[in-house]
């Protein structure tokens, strides 16, 4: 299972499929089905080289975890937005692999849920509501080596400074990170899992041992630590 996008061997589907809205992100409105209006023949973006210039920095940001290329070659573009939500479970619980937790049956169904034919919404959502679990207990095991790291899960970091701070072994979870100052960081074995970067600044911090990164977020950041700094998966 390919985790990683390859947009050569998809027809721009994020260009066509998915909305957005007029934003810090985007520069004007886009329905799902729509074409972008910078999408031309083979596939391609008119404005791929100067995208932040032209105020599409969501763009820049988005990943598919490599679901374009799988419904693109299977023929089966209408359930892309199903088989990316599972590649990025399948991105997850790769890493909770790694992190030693048994997640092998889970990892095989995900992966099989997105190899058929037509995978459903709901069978995604009750995939998800055991998978969740999973991740909290990687998470649980990554700061219990820690004393009382910062539990900051949701919270509203807007724009925080938090440079010398301990984050080590923070739990993070969906926390709002939007254009916080992380330079310089320590971020080892912080829970980033749904973590909102957007506008971040992570120059010099250290997230190689940061759990549930992913490339939308880095992609999100208004600056990213050197290669050294990144989990080992991310250096690509």
């Known amino acids: 299972m390919e985790l990683t996008a390859d947009c050569s061997r998809c027809v721009g589907l994020c260009c066509v499929l998915l909305r957005f809205q007029r934003s810090a992100d985007f520069a004007f409105d886009k329905a799902a089905g729509e074409p972008c209006r ?10 791929h080289d100067r995208l932040l210039d032209d105020g599409m920095r ?5 990943d598919c975890f ?8 299977t023929l089966r573009v209408e359930s892309f937005h199903e088989v990316e939500q599972l590649h990025e479970i399948a991105w997850y619980l790769t890493e909770a692999l790694h992190r030693g937790v048994s997640a092998d049956s889970l990892l095989a169904e995900t992966e099989a849920l997105a190899a058929a034919p037509r ?19 990687v998470a649980e095991q990554a700061r219990s080596s820690y004393d009382a790291p910062l539990a900051a899960a949701g919270n509203d970091l807007v724009g925080a400074d938090l440079r010398g701070e301990d984050l080590r072994g923070a739990d993070l979870h969906a926390a709002l990170l939007i254009e916080a100052d992380l330079r310089g960081v320590d971020l080892t074995d912080t829970d980033l899992l749904g973590a909102d970067l957007r506008g971040a600044r992570l120059a010099l911090a250290d997230l190689s041992s940061a759990l549930f990164l992913t490339r939308r977020q880095l992609g999100s950041a208004s600056s990213g630590p050197a290669r050294e700094g990144l ?3 991310l250096r690509a």
Do not use: W
């Open 231 to 233: 989990p080992p998966r």
């Open 58 to 62: 969501g763009c820049v940001a988005y």
């Open 38 to 47: 910078h999408l031309v023949g083979e596939h391609r973006c008119r404005i």
């Open 119 to 137: 995978p459903t919404a709901a069978e995604v959502g009750d995939l998800r509501s055991r998978v969740v679990p999973v991740l909290g207990a």
């Open 66 to 73: 490599g679901a374009g290329q799988a419904v693109t070659q």
